[in-house]
Each structure stands twice: as structure tokens, then as C-alpha cells.
């Protein structure tokens, strides 16, 4: 009866956490997934791509072999580069992680095709580094050598040019963007900087994997010594690609020191989402970008060049990305504009109304539609369509007779608060939200629509909402924190006719939301919505969905940087046609997309909480399972308390899998890894495989020599390689121990049958049995351990066999992951990283005590300001741990 209970016990444990696993998996496959179609356009060469190698100092191209500096070109083009004439403004693109120099064709082709296009006084030469497609966003010493290199080649590009250029613009993907930033610092004389405009790609500006201590030195350094660059007035923006892009996030692409944040979703004339690779093809971002890097040139100065004054840099930067309202150029608005006279005035004294020159006789002069400030409702709306006028909208004092009617003869121009909107029918559409009590101009009394002879060609619509804020805005609550995760609040509210804006405040506790529109009393049978999800910060719009009369929902979005500004609430906002009323359905999203956005966020701290885990289960194995509930409770509040219950329950659920795995594994695998070992040892020492056979078996009853062999690999190659090894030597030694295991099981059948000595060998044979599988277990922990603290090898491994054939040793591995390597490994293979199988009193307990609170320092990891930083901890510490075990075992 015991026996079925406890199995009924562990049966539920074991089934819920395979419930809360497969949630997470189907959470994750939604993360990469669900995501809206990539309806960017293609680049596309107008000649064939052209790269020009250019070579460095002989010292440089010997210290960096696998590297390379180039130019693009096209056509007649390329022949100036190849007899290294350069005359243009230069950009240097520096592709990220694994990335190829020819990615910058898309933005060389289309700046060389604009600047013939458009027959502009100046062009720009695109260069671009080959970084050997190496680890940069794992490995922090191939990071290290890519800066320097690149360092170099900003010197050699300046030293290119006949005439004097001290700039150079950097354009950096992924993990170039940060080579960008740190190759600045590293080039003498900061000060009088070697660029002035750094645009960054789908960068990580904070990672998700640190692995090493010279990947976070490097940050921390990056972040220390930003100033510099900002003292000497770089301006410098980031872009990132929004929900598309599943490998950095947009919390990740936040630069805390840039001009400007933005997510292409929220750029003019882009709106929409890139995933981490099609941001540098995507039509509509590589033409905004080339746009912006235009009207910075300094076309007065001879020869043109980017201006030197950063507030002109600025103002044709955010026009482009953040304020574009006017056209595909530049446009500067001025601050007061006289109205033609003789122009038709009419005004509307409706709070809420739709205008359309449908109905209006063709005239040539201008319309002014007036609307009359009472400062009473306090928010005006203006929704306008097929108005392609770029100074529009005015504050004006109706103090001039015409007629009957008071008219304005000049106004203060506010059409520079226009933002553009997005269109299904790619009509122009624009909208201004004023709040009229920050209107305070002397004796304003009109707000004034200026539509132009050439607007009323086409079927110009302007909607115009006159309302209070506070009777437009709907309170979105989400679940009590605690059952935020499973249950779902719902909310509904209906709009009337004439309506355009509306706001949802989201509660901080919601990460995911699903809304939809149902449309009643509507007399526009092509009517449209949109919604806006906008978030804390800088980056504005993360996500417009439209909504039509086939599609009206409901509709997903998720809050992309719920966890970077967990003090502000994000925000929907609603533009609706006015000809219809609508039912705006508000709900909280799905637990799977609730899911998702948790795995988007946190999946990296599973690291740290299986090591965590793992330490506590070797602490209640040392203490022989005493002490074994306090330590589960304390486990157990400390996850609650800062809210690290969901990644236990799922670390939980992955080592419950994982062991399952591995036993398989042991159990049906063991030959195969034997035989790969044999193999393998036959073609390292050139002997036969029979040879190879009795060598391995030997070594493996010579522990000693092994441990030589293995840590000799350390000085010559890498420790991580070594690590690895040790890991595949740990598995062998667990198939060798099962197989011990069946023999005794086998000669303890077989004396079963002998009458004499049964009772006797039977208790003894009980007892041998039951010290062998507990050894077993408390391996496969150990081995569970070990499997993910060579997880930090892994980056050093791939960089190390990638640049075998340069050299053979990794000159640039971490120093502390390298003695932690070589601790781990010697411990292993010496056969004395093992439990007591007996409980050793007051030793065991000390030892337990230090593992348990360890194990607990390691999961509040998770609970700590970017715990990613503190991965490349786990290592050493479970060096630490491991010398004490082995040193309990020794002493015993």
C-alpha cells in the first residue's frame, strides 16, 4: 500500500510537470511562429555586385588572417575602386554574427542608384569588413579581435582619400553594431571622432547569453566609456525589427545612450516588421535609411560632406525615423505662414464631423476649414486622407472681416505634429492629436485645415473629433498577479458614430491582449480601423494592426518591453472610422501567447536555475536525504517570493526528461559511445581498432594516466575542448558502471538457484545491489551537472575548431573559464568526484549546508538586475563546489 502510494505521488509530480513542460514548448513554438507575414519588398542589383579587396599593413593582415576589408561597386564603378580612387563619402558596413561582408549590397546599390537618380553632387562609398563568419555573439575574445581589426580599417579608409575626410560613417548588424561602437573607442583621438553618425542594426545592446568573462567585459566597458563617443557628438541610432525578429528582442535593441530608439513597425513609410536578417534587405527600411544618411550631407561645403554641427545631423535623422511627415526629403516647416487671400472659410461649429470635397464645386482657391476653440472638450483629433499638403494645419486669431465671417490672414504652424499613418488603399493619410490647453498662443481662437488647389484634384476626406480625453479612455485591468498565467479578463465598450480616437490603458500585469471590433450602424461599406500598441520609452509604435470589414478580428499583441519599463503602462490607441460605430472587445491573450512572451523574456534564466536545482539535489544526496523538507520549503518560498516558481517548475521538468534520456541512453547507447571512442583513439595514434580496444580499457582502469592525457590536451588546444571530453569520458564511465550492474545482477540469479548459501547471499547481495544504484543515481546527478556546466565550453570549442587551420591553440580563452575547466576535468577523471555512500555526520551536513546555499545564491541569480551577466559565473563555481566533494571524498 505504501509502494502504490508513493508511486501515485511521484506519478501526479511527474505528470504535472510534464504538463507545465508541454505548455512551454507550445508556448515556444508560438514565440517563433506567430508572427505577421514579411510583406517587405526586395532590393534588387541594378549591375552585377562588385567587391574590391583592400589590403592593410602586412603586420595586420598576418595578425588577422581570416579577415578582410572591401568596397563595393557596380559597373564603371568598380573600376575606380580597383585603381583605389575614392572620391565619395564613406560608410563602412560591419556585418554582426556569422554575418558576410556582401550583406551591405542592398544599402550600396540603392545609394549608388539614388545619387545617379537623383545627379547629386556627392555619392557614397560603401566598405565592408569579412569577419570570418565567427562567434562573436557567444565568444567575447573574437568580439575583442573583430574591434581591433576594425579599428584598423577606419584608419585605412581615411587614409584612402586624396582630399581630407576625417569621418566615417558606420553602419553595424547585430553584433557589429557594437564592433561599431567599440572600434570608435579603441581609435586614437576619440575626441576629434572618426565618425559622427553610427547606425545600428537588430543590435543586442544587452545580451541574452554571457558565457564568458571577456564577452561581459566587454559590455561593461562598452557602457563605461560610451560618453566619449557622446562628448564627441556622435549621433548615433538604433533600429530594431520588432516581433519579427526572435533572436534579439526589442528590449534587447534599446541603447540607453542613442538619439533615438525606434522599431521599424514605427518608422514612416516602413511600418513593418523585419526579422533579424531581412532588416538589411528590407525595401522600405534600406530607402529610409539611405534617405536619412542624404540630408545629412553638408551640400555647401566643397566637397560635400555629412554636416559637422550634430543638431543638423539630428534634425535629418529623426525626420526620417521618428518625425517623417512631409515627403521623402527633408523638409523644414516654418514657424508662421500667410494665408492666400481670397480663399473659401468655412467653419464647422460640430464637435464631431467628416469634410469631402465630393460634393464641392471645382474651384481653384483654397479651403480653410475652421474649427472654433471654446476650450471645452480640450482634445482635438484630425484624421485626414488624400491631403498631401505639407504645411496644413495652423493655430490662427480670426481677427480679419470676409463676407459675414471673421477669417485668419496668417497662423502658427503646427503641421510639424503631423504623423503619417498607414493606408490598405496606399492612400496619404494623416493625423494630429492637439491637446488645446497647451495651445497658448495670443489670442488664438481657431485651429485652421489648409486644403490646396492641388489636394482638391484628388477625393480629399478630413475627420475632425472634438472630445475629452477622459470620456475616450478605457481602463484595461488584467487577473490578480497571482492567476495572472491562467486566467483570462475580458472587456467590452461601444462606440459611437463620429468617434475617431480612443485610448486603452493596459495594467502593467498584462503581457499579451486581444482585441476586436465589431462594427454596427455603419454607412461606409469599406470602413477601416486601426490600433496602435505604444509602449513606455522611446521606441513609440511597436505593433498597427488594421481592421476592416472582413477582418475584424480578434486580433494578438504582445507587449514587446513589458520587463525593461515595468513603471509605465503601455497604451492602445484607436483611430475609427467615423461612419461607424463599433464594439471594441478588449481581452487578456491566450495562455499559450501569455506563454510565449514569458519564453521570449526569461527563457535564459533556465541556465542558472538547473545548476541551482541540481546543487540542492546534490546537498540532500550528501546529507542522505535528512534535513530534506526544510530545504524543499526554503526552495520553494525563495522561488515564490521572487517570482521564479514558473522557470523551477520548468528546469524541473527538463532534468525530469533529460534523466530519462540519459538512462536510455546508458542503457542503449553505451556500445556506440565505446565504439566512437575506439575509433576515435585509433585515428588519433594511428593504431588498429583492436589496439584502440585495449588501450581505452586500459586507460579506463588507469584513471591516473587519463587525467594526464586529458589535461595535456588543456596547454595545447583549449580547456573547453578538454571539458567537453571529460564529459563524453563521464558518460563512458556511467555505461561501464550500468554493465557492472547487470554482471552483478546476473551472478546474483545465478546463485539464487544455489539452496545452501540463499539467505545468506541474498542479504548480501540486497545490500551490494542497492550501493550500486545508489551510486548510479548520485552519478547521474553529477553527470546532469556537469552536462550543463560544459554548456559555456561550447562557444570556445566551435571558435577553437573554426580557426584550427590558423592555429591550433585558442590564444584568447577566458583565464577563469580556463582554470575552471581544468579543476572540473581533473576531478572527473580521477574517478574521486563521488558521494559518500555512507552519511558522515557532521561532515556531511557542512558539506550539504554549503551546496544547498549555494544552490540558493544561484537561483536568486534570476531575481537580480540583467542576470544573464552572471552565467559565466556557474563554471567556477561548480569548480568549487566539485574540489570540496572531491576533497570530502579523499579525506574520508
Same mark, same amino acid.
Given at each position: 500500500?505504501?509502494?502504490?502510494?508513493?508511486?501515485?505521488?511521484?506519478?501526479?509530480?511527474?505528470?504535472?510537470?510534464?504538463?507545465?513542460?508541454?505548455?512551454?514548448?507550445?508556448?515556444?513554438?508560438?514565440?517563433?511562429?506567430?508572427?505577421?507575414?514579411?510583406?517587405?519588398?526586395?532590393?534588387?542589383?541594378?549591375?552585377?555586385?562588385?567587391?574590391?579587396?583592400?589590403?592593410?599593413?602586412?603586420?595586420?593582415?598576418?595578425?588577422?588572417?581570416?579577415?578582410?576589408?572591401?568596397?563595393? +561597386?557596380?559597373?564603371?564603378?568598380?573600376?575606380?575602386?580597383?585603381?583605389?580612387?575614392?572620391?565619395?563619402?564613406?560608410?563602412?558596413?560591419?556585418?554582426?554574427?556569422?554575418?558576410?561582408?556582401?550583406?551591405?549590397?542592398?544599402?550600396?546599390?540603392?545609394?549608388?542608384?539614388?545619387?545617379?537618380?537623383?545627379?547629386?553632387?556627392?555619392?557614397?562609398?560603401?566598405?565592408?569588413?569579412?569577419?570570418?563568419?565567427?562567434?562573436?555573439?557567444?565568444?567575447?575574445?573574437?568580439?575583442?579581435?573583430?574591434?581591433?581589426?576594425?579599428?584598423?580599417?577606419?584608419?585605412?579608409?581615411?587614409?584612402?582619400?586624396?582630399?581630407?575626410?576625417?569621418?566615417?560613417?558606420?553602419?553595424?548588424?547585430?553584433?557589429?553594431?557594437?564592433?561599431?561602437?567599440?572600434?570608435?573607442?579603441?581609435?586614437?583621438?576619440?575626441?576629434?571622432?572618426?565618425?559622427?553618425?553610427?547606425?545600428?542594426?537588430?543590435?543586442?545592446?544587452?545580451?541574452?547569453?554571457?558565457?564568458?568573462?571577456?564577452?561581459?567585459?566587454?559590455?561593461?566597458?562598452?557602457?563605461?566609456?560610451?560618453?566619449?563617443?557622446?562628448?564627441?557628438?556622435?549621433?548615433?541610432?538604433?533600429?530594431?525589427?520588432?516581433?519579427?525578429?526572435?533572436?534579439?528582442?526589442?528590449?534587447?535593441?534599446?541603447?540607453?545612450?542613442?538619439?533615438?530608439?525606434?522599431?521599424?513597425?514605427?518608422?514612416?513609410?516602413?511600418?513593418?516588421?523585419?526579422?533579424?536578417?531581412?532588416?538589411?534587405?528590407?525595401?522600405?527600411?534600406?530607402?529610409?535609411? &539611405?534617405?536619412?544618411?542624404?540630408?545629412?550631407?553638408?551640400?555647401?561645403?566643397?566637397?560635400?560632406?555629412?554636416?559637422?554641427?550634430?543638431?543638423?545631423?539630428?534634425? =535629418?535623422?529623426?525626420?526620417?525615423?521618428?518625425?517623417?511627415?512631409?515627403?521623402?526629403?527633408?523638409?523644414?516647416?516654418?514657424?508662421? &505662414?500667410?494665408?492666400?487671400?481670397?480663399?473659401?472659410?468655412?467653419?464647422?461649429?460640430?464637435?464631431?464631423?467628416?469634410?469631402?470635397?465630393?460634393?464641392?464645386?471645382?474651384?481653384?482657391?483654397?479651403?480653410?476649414?475652421?474649427?472654433?476653440?471654446?476650450?471645452?472638450?480640450?482634445?482635438?483629433?484630425?484624421?485626414?486622407?488624400?491631403?498631401?499638403?505639407?504645411?496644413?494645419?495652423?493655430?490662427?486669431?480670426?481677427?480679419?472681416?470676409?463676407?459675414?465671417?471673421?477669417?485668419?490672414?496668417?497662423?502658427?504652424?503646427?503641421?510639424?505634429?503631423?504623423?503619417?499613418?498607414?493606408?490598405?488603399?496606399?492612400?496619404?493619410?494623416?493625423?494630429?492629436?492637439?491637446?488645446?490647453?497647451?495651445?497658448?498662443?495670443?489670442?488664438?481662437?481657431?485651429?485652421?485645415?489648409?486644403?490646396?488647389?492641388?489636394?482638391?484634384?484628388?477625393?480629399?476626406?478630413?475627420?475632425?473629433?472634438?472630445?475629452?480625453?477622459?470620456?475616450?479612455?478605457?481602463?484595461?485591468?488584467?487577473?490578480?498577479?497571482?492567476?495572472?498565467?491562467?486566467?483570462?479578463?475580458?472587456?467590452?465598450?461601444?462606440?459611437?458614430?463620429?468617434?475617431?480616437?480612443?485610448?486603452?490603458?493596459?495594467?502593467?500585469?498584462?503581457?499579451?491582449?486581444?482585441?476586436?471590433?465589431?462594427?454596427?450602424?455603419?454607412?461606409?461599406?469599406?470602413?477601416?480601423?486601426?490600433?496602435?500598441?505604444?509602449?513606455?520609452?522611446?521606441? +513609440?509604435?511597436?505593433?498597427?494592426?488594421?481592421?476592416?470589414?472582413?477582418?475584424?478580428?480578434?486580433?494578438?499583441?504582445?507587449?514587446?518591453?513589458?520587463?525593461?519599463?515595468?513603471?509605465?503602462?503601455?497604451?492602445?490607441?484607436?483611430?475609427?472610422?467615423?461612419?461607424?460605430?463599433?464594439?471594441?472587445?478588449?481581452?487578456?491573450?491566450?495562455?499559450?501567447?501569455?506563454?510565449?512572451?514569458?519564453?521570449?523574456?526569461?527563457?535564459?534564466?533556465?541556465?542558472?536555475?538547473?545548476?541551482?536545482?541540481?546543487?540542492?539535489?546534490?546537498?540532500?544526496?550528501?546529507?542522505? +536525504?535528512?534535513?530534506?523538507?526544510?530545504?524543499?520549503?526554503?526552495?520553494?518560498?525563495?522561488?515564490?517570493?521572487?517570482?521564479?516558481?514558473?522557470?523551477?517548475?520548468?528546469?524541473?521538468?527538463?532534468?525530469?526528461?533529460?534523466?530519462?534520456?540519459?538512462?536510455?541512453?546508458?542503457?542503449?547507447?553505451?556500445?556506440?559511445?565505446?565504439?566512437?571512442?575506439?575509433?576515435?583513439?585509433?585515428?588519433?595514434?594511428?593504431?588498429?581498432?583492436?589496439?584502440?580496444?585495449?588501450?581505452?580499457?586500459?586507460?579506463?582502469?588507469?584513471?591516473?594516466?587519463?587525467?594526464?592525457?586529458?589535461?595535456?590536451?588543456?596547454?595545447?588546444?583549449?580547456?573547453?575542448?578538454?571539458?567537453?571530453?571529460?564529459?563524453?569520458?563521464?558518460?563512458?564511465?556511467?555505461?561501464?558502471?550500468?554493465?557492472?550492474?547487470?554482471?552483478?545482477?546476473?551472478?546474483?540469479?545465478?546463485?539464487?538457484?544455489?539452496?545452501?548459501?540463499?539467505?545468506?547471499?541474498?542479504?548480501?547481495?540486497?545490500?551490494?545491489?542497492?550501493?550500486?544504484?545508489?551510486?548510479?543515481?548520485?552519478?547521474?546527478?553529477?553527470?546532469?551537472?556537469?552536462?550543463?556546466?560544459?554548456?559555456?565550453?561550447?562557444?570556445?570549442?566551435?571558435?577553437?575548431?573554426?580557426?584550427?587551420?590558423?592555429?591550433?591553440?585558442?590564444?584568447?580563452?577566458?583565464?577563469?573559464?580556463?582554470?575552471?575547466?581544468?579543476?572540473?576535468? =581533473?576531478?572527473?577523471?580521477?574517478?574521486?568526484?563521488?558521494?559518500?555512500?555512507?552519511?558522515?555526520?557532521?561532515?556531511?551536513?557542512?558539506?550539504?549546508?554549503?551546496?544547498?546555499?549555494?544552490?540558493?545564491?544561484?537561483?536568486?541569480?534570476?531575481?537580480?538586475?540583467?542576470?544573464?551577466?552572471?552565467?559565466?559565473?556557474?563554471?567556477?563555481?561548480? =569548480?568549487?563546489?566539485?574540489?570540496?566533494?572531491?576533497?570530502?571524498?579523499?579525506?574520508?
Amino acid at each position: 500500500m505504501i509502494l502504490f502510494r508513493s508511486i501515485l505521488i511521484y506519478a501526479t509530480c511527474f505528470s504535472f510537470l510534464m504538463l507545465f513542460l508541454l505548455l512551454y514548448i507550445l508556448g515556444a513554438a508560438r514565440y517563433i511562429t506567430d508572427f505577421e507575414e514579411n510583406t517587405c519588398d526586395m532590393t534588387y542589383m541594378f549591375e552585377y555586385p562588385q567587391y574590391v579587396r583592400i589590403s592593410l599593413d602586412n603586420e595586420i593582415e598576418e595578425r588577422y588572417p581570416r579577415y578582410g576589408l572591401y568596397v563595393y +561597386g557596380e559597373g564603371f564603378v568598380t573600376e575606380k575602386h580597383r585603381r583605389m580612387y575614392f572620391s565619395g563619402i564613406p560608410v563602412l558596413f560591419i556585418p554582426g554574427n556569422a554575418g558576410s561582408h556582401e550583406q551591405v549590397r542592398s544599402l550600396a546599390s540603392v545609394s549608388l542608384r539614388k545619387s545617379l537618380k537623383d545627379r547629386t553632387p556627392f555619392h557614397f562609398d560603401y566598405f565592408t569588413v569579412s569577419l570570418g563568419k565567427d562567434y562573436s555573439a557567444l565568444y567575447g575574445g573574437v568580439l575583442m579581435e573583430e574591434t581591433l581589426y576594425v579599428s584598423h580599417c577606419i584608419q585605412k579608409i581615411l587614409s584612402l582619400y586624396k582630399i581630407s575626410v576625417e569621418n566615417v560613417i558606420l553602419i553595424g548588424h547585430s553584433m557589429g553594431g557594437l564592433v561599431a561602437k567599440g572600434s570608435v573607442l579603441l581609435t586614437s583621438n576619440v575626441n576629434a571622432s572618426v565618425t559622427n553618425i553610427i547606425i545600428t542594426l537588430a543590435t543586442p545592446h544587452t545580451p541574452t547569453l554571457v558565457l564568458d568573462r571577456t564577452l561581459a567585459n566587454y559590455y561593461y566597458n562598452l557602457e563605461n566609456q560610451l560618453n566619449k563617443i557622446k562628448d564627441a557628438e556622435v549621433n548615433i541610432i538604433s533600429i530594431g525589427g520588432g516581433p519579427r525578429d526572435i533572436l534579439v528582442t526589442t528590449t534587447q535593441h534599446i541603447d540607453t545612450t542613442a538619439d533615438i530608439n525606434v522599431l521599424s513597425t514605427n518608422i514612416p513609410d516602413v511600418w513593418k516588421s523585419t526579422d533579424h536578417l531581412s532588416i538589411l534587405w528590407c525595401k522600405q527600411l534600406v530607402f529610409t535609411v &539611405v534617405r536619412s544618411l542624404f540630408d545629412s550631407v553638408n551640400v555647401s561645403q566643397r566637397p560635400p560632406r555629412i554636416s559637422s554641427k550634430p543638431e543638423e545631423r539630428m534634425q =535629418a535623422l529623426s525626420y526620417h525615423f521618428h518625425h517623417h511627415a512631409a515627403g521623402k526629403r527633408l523638409y523644414y516647416y516654418k514657424e508662421t &505662414v500667410q494665408f492666400e487671400p481670397g480663399g473659401q472659410w468655412i467653419e464647422d461649429i460640430r464637435t464631431q464631423y467628416t469634410w469631402s470635397n465630393k460634393n464641392l464645386s471645382k474651384k481653384t482657391s483654397t479651403v480653410y476649414l475652421m474649427i472654433r476653440l471654446n476650450r471645452q472638450p480640450d482634445q482635438l483629433t484630425i484624421d485626414t486622407i488624400n491631403l498631401e499638403s505639407k504645411d496644413w494645419l495652423f493655430a490662427c486669431a480670426a481677427s480679419s472681416i470676409q463676407g459675414q465671417s471673421r477669417v485668419c490672414t496668417w497662423g502658427w504652424n503646427l503641421s510639424n505634429r503631423t504623423k503619417l499613418l498607414p493606408d490598405l488603399l496606399y492612400r496619404q493619410r494623416k493625423t494630429v492629436d492637439l491637446n488645446l490647453k497647451e495651445i497658448k498662443y495670443p489670442g488664438v481662437t481657431h485651429i485652421v485645415i489648409r486644403i490646396t488647389p492641388d489636394d482638391l484634384d484628388k477625393h480629399v476626406l478630413v475627420n475632425v473629433d472634438l472630445h475629452d480625453y477622459e470620456t475616450r479612455l478605457i481602463p484595461f485591468k488584467g487577473s490578480i498577479p497571482l492567476l495572472k498565467t491562467l486566467f483570462i479578463r475580458s472587456q467590452a465598450k461601444r462606440s459611437d458614430i463620429g468617434h475617431v480616437r480612443y485610448y486603452v490603458t493596459i495594467d502593467n500585469n498584462i503581457n499579451v491582449i486581444t482585441i476586436e471590433l465589431k462594427t454596427s450602424e455603419c454607412t461606409d461599406p469599406k470602413h477601416n480601423a486601426i490600433v496602435e500598441l505604444r509602449e513606455p520609452g522611446s521606441i +513609440g509604435v511597436t505593433q498597427i494592426q488594421f481592421f476592416t470589414v472582413v477582418d475584424n478580428g480578434p486580433k494578438t499583441m504582445k507587449m514587446q518591453t513589458r520587463y525593461k519599463y515595468s513603471n509605465d503602462s503601455p497604451y492602445l490607441k484607436l483611430t475609427l472610422d467615423p461612419a461607424c460605430s463599433y464594439t471594441i472587445d478588449i481581452q487578456e491573450g491566450s495562455i499559450i501567447d501569455k506563454i510565449s512572451c514569458i519564453v521570449r523574456d526569461r527563457w535564459y534564466l533556465l541556465y542558472t536555475t538547473i545548476i541551482s536545482l541540481l546543487l540542492i539535489f546534490l546537498s540532500i544526496r550528501i546529507n542522505h +536525504g535528512r534535513e530534506r523538507l526544510p530545504t524543499i520549503v526554503i526552495t520553494i518560498l525563495l522561488s515564490y517570493y521572487y517570482d521564479l516558481i514558473f522557470e523551477c517548475l520548468i528546469a524541473l521538468a527538463i532534468l525530469c526528461v533529460i534523466t530519462i534520456g540519459l538512462c536510455c541512453s546508458i542503457i542503449f547507447l553505451g556500445s556506440v559511445a565505446h565504439g566512437i571512442a575506439v575509433r576515435f583513439l585509433a585515428r588519433a595514434i594511428a593504431f588498429s581498432t583492436t589496439w584502440s580496444d585495449w588501450i581505452l580499457g586500459g586507460l579506463n582502469q588507469l584513471p591516473f594516466i587519463t587525467t594526464i592525457f586529458v589535461l595535456s590536451i588543456i596547454p595545447a588546444t583549449c580547456g573547453a575542448l578538454a571539458m567537453i571530453i571529460s564529459v563524453f569520458l563521464y558518460f563512458l564511465n556511467l555505461t561501464r558502471m550500468y554493465e557492472d550492474y547487470l554482471e552483478e545482477l546476473l551472478m546474483a540469479s545465478l546463485q539464487h538457484f544455489n539452496w545452501i548459501k540463499r539467505s545468506k547471499d541474498t542479504k548480501n547481495n540486497s545490500t551490494e545491489h542497492e550501493d550500486i544504484r545508489q551510486k548510479i543515481f548520485n552519478h547521474l546527478i553529477l553527470f546532469l551537472l556537469w552536462c550543463f556546466t560544459a554548456i559555456p565550453a561550447m562557444p570556445s570549442v566551435l571558435v577553437w575548431a573554426k580557426n584550427f587551420s590558423y592555429d591550433i591553440r585558442l590564444s584568447t580563452e577566458d583565464p577563469l573559464l580556463y582554470h575552471s575547466w581544468t579543476i572540473l576535468v =581533473a576531478c572527473s577523471t580521477l574517478g574521486w568526484l563521488q558521494i559518500p555512500p555512507k552519511y558522515q555526520g557532521i561532515r556531511s551536513q557542512a558539506l550539504a549546508s554549503v551546496l544547498y546555499f549555494v544552490g540558493w545564491i544561484i537561483l536568486l541569480i534570476g531575481a537580480a538586475d540583467r542576470p544573464q551577466f552572471y552565467q559565466y559565473y556557474m563554471p567556477p563555481i561548480v =569548480a568549487g563546489v566539485t574540489s570540496l566533494i572531491t576533497l570530502n571524498f579523499i579525506t574520508s
